[in-house]
């Protein structure tokens, strides 16, 4: 008997969350495990960890017994959230009701979809995008649409763009503020474009804040959900994996409208009943004032990371336009002439340095790697040493050094 024939459909079998983009995944983590001192940039799991405070919270809820069912939400985090959201983000919700903690953003986007959309119906994102929110949307049987963006306007969608590829059957459209892999940071006048195009259109915006804090350069992060009009049409998802150093923890939430935020929770509830209860009490303490040094220094160590690498970028040769935010991000690779898949293989085989190809999160990733600078900064001089030569000899002899 074919078990997978007769017990899974059609439509899980052929499941992927995101497209290889022509890109040898398999091969190319194959040579990755075999070199012994390979310093990965691959990952967008902070190697700084979660602030003492909160470890702290989580084990006294461990050890006093504080570990029961709480379902929407500790009610104290739940309020944490709310004053959070009120004095950080400038967004009134009532945390009792619109406010859901998840497992995670991955389950708070999955639970927004498995709400939201029946078969075939379309959810549009940004190209390059976020594989997981590919994966919430096919694994609702919901259609992903990809909207171009580009590296020259620093990732930004055009609103126009994405009205082009609204049809009867869109619903909304997810995009990660601060991006990843792309780091873009969306401008007011961008989020209020989209936003009135939610009002025109009919559809919901979904933003995801998950970088939040980490926004350079003199820009700041603005969240759609506090701009005239965003009551009901906004979904807005957070958590606590980036901005906190949690990913662990497995601690998201959701900002819903008063409309959504009953059918929501109980959608949530059928997926997972309720997030870890000593988790809840150590993200508590991590919005407390008590953390707030501690996440202060974690921003400026992302912040050093990322200036360094991308002043060593351009000493290379690469000179980079770099988007604002999240200590993830793209490298500009499109002066070598060589593919995204191209140079990644060759940084690893010859710079023993690994970045992916940014096709792996859509085609218009091509000319670019993604990185995540989730090592020391020693470790990632090291790999910059390594690179600065691989890097010369990819460039045209008719390329200006700079």
Known sequence: MDFTQRFVPTFRQDFKARDSGGFDRPRYLKLASELKDLISLNSGDPDLTAAPAAV??????????????VYRGLPEL???LGRKLATENRVTVDPRTQLIVTNGSAEAATAVFQTLLEPGDEV?????????HVGSILAARGVPVLVPTSGDALWEPDPAEVEARITPRTKGFIFAN????SAAVYRRETLQALLDLAHRRNILMIP???FERYVYDGHRHISMASLPGAADRVITLGGFSKSYCMTGWRLGWIAAPGWLAGILEQVRYAMSMAAGTPNQWGAVAALSDAARPYYAQVYRTYGERRGYFIQALTAAGLPQQPTPGAFVGMVDIRRTGRTSSEVAEI???EGRVAMWPATAF??????????GLVVPLDKLKEGMARLAPVIRTL???SAPRV
């Open 56 to 69: 702290e919270a989580a084990v006294e809820a461990l050890r006093t017994g504080k570990t029961h069912y």
């Open 78 to 80: 739940l309020e944490a």
């Open 124 to 132: 549009l994102t940004t190209d390059p995008y976020y594989s997981g």
């Open 178 to 181: 601060p991006g990843n892999p």
């Open 208 to 210: 995801d804040e998950l």
């Open 347 to 349: 940084f690893l085989r």
């Open 362 to 371: 859509g085609p218009h990733g091509e000319g670019w790697l993604r990185y």
């Open 395 to 397: 460039l045209p002899s």
